[in-house]
């Protein structure tokens, strides 16, 4: 059978003639994407041997947003990102090694250039001067920081987290600010950028091969260097950077063979790697590999819905439930690779992705008032506190606190995920015209056409809550172009009109672009109808649960959130949020569950905030019937999905849901209600009983209870289970212990060690053995048998029976190496 992905590319260009052909001569017409065998000759575009692409973001100012973008944009300016600097320990400048043209200093890795790639692209997007000169001070540090044989940045005190590189060989941070380079020279057309970098890339140019790109960080995001290498290619027209380009992309994890790493942010920055350099290759492989990475990764850890997938730091074996998280990080880098993504291809599923992501996810993992962030966030949320809840998620620490000061990476980066979407709102055509992309109150300039006459065209809307865009032309003299306007996958009969002539279009389910190609001037209007239907989607590979949409909008249950201060400062407060009403409901659906849905359409909010319970602009009335065996789990979350329909006597209630991205507290995926032989009773969480198990060390990551969980392991190095360590001491003596509540008869002892050769410093034991308490002292037991050390199974150990009040377990640990158990069994 066909790949799906590779009949799309295949056929959807004849249908769209087909369609086509019944249409007026050529001016209003479907198409799959704008025409890509010609060159944009307004706008800085790929140089051969490049490939075209059909669509050029416009550069920055061309696109100015209203509305709620708008003031998304402005309350990102007001909130904790507009004053990071006076937040964050890594924005001193005082000793900043960013700001040293020696490259000496403190704080020299991946935070000042994730904090200003947003900042700088916000400042310039709201036009804000005195932002514009904070960062100005960032960029002049990095243009001043050259040395001579092309290195620029940090340099020999550079080192970063979960990484042994040090200095020069850490490539990661510089290619982030690169990006911030780029963008200024955008603004500014400074030939200090071209300079620096063309003299940056001479330099890695003389890296030998095996010195490339070393290490995890640089090597897993290697590609976002070789956007920059194109970037610079397409200024400059010298060819060696073609070489460089090569080799860069040889030495990059291999994202063009597979997905090759299953850490969150990885994927979402690094997925599209071979479509990138594709544009080089013109290999049909590497422009697959975009589609075929999401796909897989969508397959085994996204049946949910938001457009991300459960992996709270790490995709993990087993952890494919709703109530898995993913990093705020994560989502702005899903951001920004479907808008790439959409200039190389066209093909408007990247479109669609992305707006899955920024309507559906990105809101919710920020407070409304964006004076706050946590680390992770979950299609099925019900509680956002200051607690560990580890191993439940992968990650120690308060991750779901909504904390301004903490979760160091997403507190920096996530800020390039409105001002670079607000940027890629409209974009430039390879055929000279203009393209409607993503559809917000805004307002775009732009040079359109043979002779590059300039074109003001201003759009009003309320997507993604309504279906009905309006475009008209402000500013411009009689010119000839193409207007493109995205079709959504959502859309089936999409109806444009232009001017006073209306056109409709029916059958139409796979995207693409209604084209418009006639001879426009000031006062000319044109619109696009893509009527909303309520649909549910139901998650077959995820327990049957089910999801309401509506358009780009998926549904929430409406929890009450109760939300209040817990730590921080009094300027910059941390919250929790706490639900403060019910959340286990499971849906009741009719015959034809579409049937089961009404639309309330409200208000326009007047702040222009609709990602609230209090601002959104559209609301569903439901029914559902509570579970109440779906309770919070051990580890204080949402306990995962079972299989629906589920039995439940409950009475049917009226319940509301509002749009997903409004809720910061949420249940997206439901289970459904039902009766009779096919529906499941739900179990309740299994809250393990609480055995005195002690240790002489443990790590806070890590959980005592691991050793109990009956969860076994497929290996030693099993990452997908729950695990005890002694790190972070490492050649000592250490010891587990447990204690029973009465003396009991003992007569085995099996262990699972922990050992992550090739990830980390844990590794089987040196030595071990059994000790008994008599009497209060502590004994060996009398065992002819070896205390085995084997990896990837049960080192099992028979002994003289003893009756005892408490076990221990002493190991020795290897020298430099601390090490753990997967599983521990008494018998």
């Known amino acids: 059978m066909m790949n799906p992905i590779l009949r799309r590319l295949l056929l959807s260009s004849a249908m769209f003639m087909v369609i086509s052909a019944s249409l007026k001569a050529g001016e209003v017409e479907l198409v799959e994407k704008p025409d890509d065998s010609v060159n944009n000759s307004n706008y800085v575009s790929n140089r051969d041997p490049l490939k075209e692409t059909p669509l050029i973001k416009l550069p920055i100012g061309s696109i100015e947003p209203e509305g709620w973008l708008k003031r998304k944009l402005e309350l990102q300016a007001e909130g904790f990102h507009g004053h990071l600097m006076d937040i964050s320990r890594f924005l001193k400048k005082e000793e900043n090694s960013w700001l040293s043209p020696e490259g000496k200093g403190k704080r020299g890795w991946e ?13 310039y997007v709201l036009d804000d001067e005195q932002m514009i000169d904070e960062a100005m001070v960032w960029i002049e540090g990095a243009l001043n920081s050259q040395k001579e044989d092309g290195w620029f940045g940090p340099d020999k005190k550079r080192s970063g987290v979960a990484t042994k590189l040090s200095g020069r060989d850490d490539l990661w941070p510089n290619a982030i600010m690169l990006f911030c380079l780029q963008d200024y020279y955008d603004v500014s057309g400074d030939e200090r950028v071209i300079e620096l970098m063309t003299n940056y890339f001479k330099y890695l140019a003389k ?38 380009a090569e080799k860069n992309h040889r030495r990059t994890a291999r994202w063009d063979e597979d997905v090759v790493n299953w850490h969150n942010v990885n994927i979402a920055q690094a997925f599209g790697e071979g479509a990138t350099y594709w544009l080089q290759s013109h290999e049909n492989s590497d422009l697959m590999s975009a589609y075929s990475n999401w796909q897989k990764v969508r397959d085994i850890y996204g049946q949910m819905p938001g457009g991300m997938f459960a992996s709270d730091e790490n995709c993990r074996k087993g952890h494919d439930d709703p109530r898995q998280c993913v990093e705020t990080c994560g989502m702005v880098e899903e951001m920004l690779s479907d808008e790439t993504l959409m200039a190389i291809t066209g093909d408007t599923v990247w479109a669609d992705r992305c707006e899955d992501v920024a309507f559906n996810s990105l809101p919710a993992a920020l407070t409304a008032e964006m004076d706050g962030i946590r680390y992770l966030t979950a299609v099925n949320h019900v509680k956002s506190d200051d607690q560990e809840h580890n191993p439940g998620i992968q990650n120690g620490g308060p991750m779901l606190h909504m904390n301004p000061h903490r979760h160091r990476c997403c507190q920096h980066n996530f800020g390039h995920g409105w001002p670079y979407f607000a940027q890629h709102l409209w974009y430039a055509s390879a055929d000279n015209g ?38 008209e032309i402000a500013s411009g003299k009689p010119t000839e172009f193409p207007v493109y306007l995205r079709i959504p996958g959502w859309c089936s009969s999409p109806e444009v009109m232009v001017n006073s002539e209306e056109y409709a279009f029916s059958n139409q389910d796979d995207g693409g672009f209604v084209k418009i190609s006639r001879k426009w001037q000031k006062g000319d209007t044109f619109q696009i109808n893509m009527p909303m239907k309520i649909t549910v989607k139901k998650w077959t590979e995820n327990h049957d649960s089910v999801s309401v949409n509506r358009g780009p909008i998926t549904f929430s249950l409406k929890i009450k959130e109760n939300k209040f201060r817990s730590g921080g400062t009094d300027k910059w407060p941390a919250y929790e949020i706490h639900p403060a009403s019910d959340w286990n409901y499971a849906l009741e659906l009719a015959d034809s569950p579409e049937e089961s849905f009404e639309l309330v359409e409200r208000v326009w909010p007047s702040d222009q905030m609709p990602w609230t319970h209090e601002g959104a602009p559209i609301m569903l009335k439901a029914k559902g019937r509570k579970i109440p065996q779906w309770q919070l789990d051990r580890f204080e979350l949402c306990q995962e999905l079972q299989d629906s329909p589920v039995k439940t006597d409950q009475p049917v209630e009226d319940i509301k849901l509002i749009p997903m991205g409004a809720a910061r507290l949420r249940i997206s995926a439901f289970p459904t209600a039902g009766h009779g032989e096919n529906a499941a009773q739900w179990q309740p969480p299994k809250i393990p009983e609480l055995l005195p198990y002690s240790a002489s060390a443990s790590f806070e990551n890590d959980t005592l209870e691991a050793m109990y969980d009956q969860v076994h392991p497929e290996s030693s190095g099993d990452q997908s289970v729950h695990r005890f360590t002694w790190w972070d001491h490492r050649g000592t003596k250490e010891w587990v212990q447990y204690d029973f509540d009465k003396p009991k008869a003992v007569s085995k002892t099996s262990v699972y060690w922990f050992d992550d050769t090739g990830r980390g410093r844990c590794r089987v034991p040196q030595s071990w053995k059994l000790l008994y308490k008599d009497c209060g002292k502590w004994k060996p037991v009398k065992t002819r048998q070896k205390f085995g050390t084997e990896l990837d199974k049960w080192n099992t150990v028979s002994f003289e029976e003893v009756k005892t009040e408490s076990l221990r377990l002493v190991v020795q640990l290897k020298p430099e190496f601390s090490g753990g158990i997967l599983e521990w069994k008494v018998d």
């Open 207 to 244: 890296v030998p091969e095996d010195k490339y790109l070393l290490g995890y960080w640089p090597k897993m995001r290697g590609g976002d260097i070789l956007y920059s290498i194109y970037w610079l290619y397409n200024r400059t027209g010298e060819k060696w950077l073609l070489d460089l």
């Open 434 to 471: 203009i393209s409607a992309v993503f559809y917000t109150d805004s307002k775009v300039t732009a040079k359109v056409g043979k002779a590059g006459e300039e074109f003001v065209i201003k759009q009003t809307t309320k997507y993604p809550f309504d279906g009905k865009v309006y475009f």
């Open 111 to 123: 935070e000042v250039p994730y904090w200003l790639k947003g900042y700088l692209n916000l400042a």
